[in-house]
């Protein structure tokens, strides 16, 4: 509709868009235009400047053997069954 209101007027617009979870945006934009996605230009690096990065993997020391045999679950059943076998 905002395309042929323009033409009307004899204006031709300038549409630019903005998405930072799609895909396909060329495609998207077309489909909300009508004008074919070879006529966007997708821009998809980011030029911001920006901290320097650091990552840190960490493996966790192994449990003692102790806590490594423990029932997992529940904390009100681990308990509860811990009283029923004491019968």
Request: glycine share 6%; aromatic share 8%; hydrophobic share 40%.
């Amino acid at each position: 509709r905002l395309r042929r209101l323009c033409a009307v007027y004899g204006s031709t617009p300038l549409f630019l868009a903005c998405s930072a979870t799609l895909a396909e945006p060329a495609s998207h934009i077309s489909q909300l235009t009508g004008i074919d996605p070879a006529a966007f230009e997708v821009v998809s690096k980011d030029g911001s400047p920006c901290g320097a990065k650091t990552f840190v993997l960490w493996n966790p020391p192994l449990k003692p053997a102790f806590l490594q045999n423990r029932p997992k679950g529940n904390s009100a059943k681990v308990n509860s069954s811990r009283f029923d076998n004491a019968k």
